[in-house]
């Protein structure tokens, strides 16, 4: 197969024929496995054809076949679905854990819109389903295609699963939209889940722990057959692309998809206020043992779609609505110890190691205990929490899980604290790396000095760098890089990308394997050999046999090293030249910059465009003072911090090395400006928005200002292109005007973005 070509380069003509091939083969694949049950093909071969048969279907949707093998009953189990990018994102919903929460989730709106505390405002109030979100798309009413989240962007093509859930209408009938995008909650009731456990258990397969688990591992079913076989529903919420609106109302938009052959809540309600709001929170939760299936709160909708629209979205989650979680659940259980570890800025954490309860249907066995003065009883301030209780190993403690969050350690209960507990001692070495681990003032954290001296700290940051919002290099997760690391081929994120010519120059080693060995050797913990030893294959240390075999290692091709085929090890180099080319705003969010997050990335690299402006900007503000520092720091999202975090990366000797390296090996593609915003009369532009804006509210002209591909900074300098000023507008239209800025009115700002 080594003479296949990348997906990407194949014309339609090739697709369609290899495409008749790989059905052909995999039915006789499956025949062989399934009837006969004598493969002609390895599992890992196998599952290679079936990705790219899924990769090339997902580059030619128009080619797939009606015998797809993507579709096909009977399929190996460890294959993946075919990934299928949505029209419209779907987003996640912003959490309010109390009623404050709603109160200030309710003003938000309000500002954001310019409407009074008393304006009239409804919302709509639902229960939020405990399963997973699903994306249906009609056709001319027919249901062309079923989607899970995923990341959002892209989830994965379950139409075959779908198909087979009676709550999901297949034909809409002639009044649907052209296009409809139908969104909502699969789920399993509670009697269909206890009966599914039943049979599971009765036939010797695997129970799940939750309702949810079930869903997701019925719908996630290669053998649709099997997803037919499991009792699984479907509530309707929401929607994604449409051809044509529902309604003028979240309501009415319910009201019309249950017209279509939908199923929705009948415990939606609409309520004018947050009084109502709170009143029907309650009255769901008083309901929620009853209900027969699992919810986990209440979601709140601003019910006028033309507000939805205008409120539209921060980047994971809707401005108009809002998840009222219900309250965490608690269990008490022992910690039997606890642990410390490093992360990717040396911070040391510690995690409590609890015997396993069940807090809320979920077994939990480890917790965060957040940091040194949590464990002791202090907060930052130095003020006690839990009045001053400590925690110890061997103690009873209260643990607290909220949805899907780490569940944490709430309290702790003295009058079972074994006799001869001690106080914690938190360590002031890193016990990756034997540095010293150290608190700088102002610092709640403890972190190790080692940098990339430190295993941990490289590897975290090696783990960072190809994850999902980052790197995401297919066939490099965070297994291979920690083995890789240990074996020494891999140090630092550039060495990814020369990783193939030194396995095609039969030396894999960044770092030497008599390095390796001394660097273990030095620590005094007898693990750290251990864990050498292993990554070599062997089960004890022995230094001359590790050496052997790290050498060995290092000069056989990864295709013929044990858990590698030629298959495999082609697929990972494709995967590592693919992204050889990388967006700006991914690139950053993968060096790990302290504070620089996926959010703050993207904002950074729409706000300069390409990585040498970037790169420019951040050697001129490296002093912290000056034009280009106050521009850094005046990128809205952007703060002292963070931007004293950004410069020092940069300014850092080794740590820019480290980045010029990497850089040397990649091309950085400028971000994408948001669709529709090339041709918009803003676009690259810097604008400023000072004073009180009337017609729209300075977060509503921020948002539109931004998604018409404009950069919003806080402060004038050289580098803005125009200042919006309202009344009340002071010193920075001073400024503007001192530096010959054009400044425009509401009304003039209003005219150039075509609103007037
Ligand atoms: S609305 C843009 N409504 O909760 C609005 N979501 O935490 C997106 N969910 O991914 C969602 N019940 O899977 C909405 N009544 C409901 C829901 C609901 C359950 C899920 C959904 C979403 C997740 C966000």
């Keep these: ?44 071969a196998y599952d290679a054809l079936k990705a790219r048969n899924a990769e090339i279907e997902a580059r030619f949707p128009e080619l797939k076949r009606a015998d797809s093998p993507s579709d096909r009953v009977g ?21 309010a854990f109390d009623a404050d929460d709603v109160r200030d989730f309710d003003a938000r709106v309000r500002s954001y819109l310019g409407l009074g505390a008393d304006a009239p405002l409804t ?93 997701a591992g019925s719908l996630r079913q290669l053998d649709a057959e099997i997803t037919r076989a499991r009792p699984l529903k479907f509530l309707a919420y929401g929607w994604g692309a449409l051809s044509e609106a529902l309604a003028d109302t979240q309501m009415g938009a319910l009201a019309r998809l249950g017209r279509l052959g939908f199923v929705t809540n009948p415990l939606t309600v609409r309520c004018d206020g947050v009084p109502e709001m709170l009143d029907h929170y309650a009255r769901i939760e008083q309901q929620r043992a009853e209900l027969g299936y699992d919810i986990d709160g209440v979601v709140y909708k601003v019910d006028d779609l033309d507000l939805q629209q205008r409120l539209g979205f921060r980047s994971t989650t809707p ?33 409590a190691r609890l015997a396993p309860v069940t807090v809320g249907g979920v077994v939990v066995s480890n917790a965060t205990l957040h ?68 608190r700088e003032a102002g610092d709640a954290v403890r972190r190790c000095t080692g940098g990339l001296i430190c295993p941990a700290q490289a590897v975290e940051r090696l783990r960072h760098f190809v994850s999902r919002g980052a790197f995401d290099i ?28 030194r396995d095609e120059a039969g030396d894999k080693a960044v770092v030497p394997a008599a390095e390796r060995i001394a660097r273990v050797e030095a620590d005094d913990r007898p693990e750290a050999r251990l864990r050498l030893a292993e990554a070599a294959g062997l089960d004890a240390w022995d230094r001359d046999a590790v050496k052997a075999r790290l050498e060995d290692l290092g000069a056989t091709p990864l295709a013929q090293v044990k ?104 091309k950085v593609e400028p971000v994408e400006a948001p669709a529709g915003a090339d041709d918009s009369p803003i676009a690259g532009r810097t604008i400023v928005f000072t004073g009180t804006l009337e017609r729209m509210t300075r977060a509503e002209a921020k948002a539109r200002a931004e998604a018409m591909g404009a950069k919003v900074s806080g402060s004038v300098s050289g580098n803005t292109d125009m200042v919006v000023a309202g009344p009340g507008a002071g010193s920075k239209a001073n400024k ?16 150039l973005v075509g609103q007037s």
């Design 1 to 44: 197969m080594s003479d296949t070509k990348a997906v990407e380069e194949l014309s339609a003509a090739e697709a369609e024929s290899e495409l008749a091939r790989l059905a052909d083969l995999l039915s006789r694949a499956d025949a062989a496995y399934h009837t006969r049950d004598a493969p002609i093909m390895s599992d890992a």
């Design 75 to 95: 399929a190996a189990p460890s294959e993946t679905f075919a990934k299928v990018r949505h029209a419209v994102r779907m987003m996640s919903l912003g959490n």
């Design 123 to 215: 919302y709509t109030a639902e229960p939020k389903i405990d399963g997973l979100s699903l994306s249906l798309r009609y056709e001319g009413g027919r249901l062309v295609q079923a989607a899970t989240r995923g990341d959002g962007e892209e989830g994965e093509n379950v139409t075959a699963n779908a198909r087979t859930i009676d709550e999901i209408p297949r034909n809409l009938g002639d009044t649907a939209p052209a296009i409809l995008e139908v969104r909502g909650e699969v789920y399993m009731d509670h009697a269909d889940f206890a009966a599914l456990n039943e049979r599971q258990a009765e036939a010797g397969d695997k129970t799940f722990a939750n309702p949810r688990n079930a869903a």
């Design 319 to 351: 401005r108009w609505a809002i998840a009222h979680k219900f309250p965490a659940e608690t269990a008490w259980t022992r910690l039997e110890a606890i642990d410390i570890q490093v992360g990717r800025t040396g911070a040391l954490s510690p995690v």
């Design 371 to 438: 940091n040194e003065d949590y464990i002791a009883g202090r907060d930052a301030s130095g003020s006690p929490i839990r009045e001053g209780r400590d925690i110890r190993e061997g103690d009873w403690v209260q643990v607290y899980r909220a949805g899907d969050v780490i569940p944490k350690i709430n309290d702790v209960d003295l009058s079972r604290r074994p006799a001869d507990a001690t106080p914690y001692d938190f360590p002031d070495t890193c016990p990756e790396c034997g540095s010293a681990a150290i």
């Design 474 to 501: 297919e066939g490099l997760g965070e297994k291979q890089v920690a083995q890789f690391y240990r074996l020494g081929w891999l140090r630092e994120p550039a060495d990814i990308f020369t990783l193939k010519a």
């Design 563 to 666: 858990g590698w085929g030629a298959r495999s090890a082609e697929n990972l180099f494709a995967a590592i030249e693919a992204r050889r080319t990388i967006p700006f705003d991914r690139l950053l969010f993968a060096l790990g910059i302290r504070h620089v997050g996926e959010v703050a990335s993207r904002t950074i690299a729409r706000f300069h465009g390409t990585w040498a402006d970037f790169t420019a900007a951040m050697d001129a503000a490296a002093d912290q003072q000056g034009p280009e520092w106050e521009r850094l720091t005046g990128i809205d999202g952007v703060g002292g911090t963070m931007a004293r975090a950004l410069v020092t990366a940069f300014a850092q000797p080794e740590e820019r090395a480290g980045i010029d390296r990497l850089l040397a090996q990649l």
């Design 736 to 751: 503007a005007r001192e530096l010959g800025v054009a400044i425009l009115d509401e009304d003039g700002w209003l005219d």
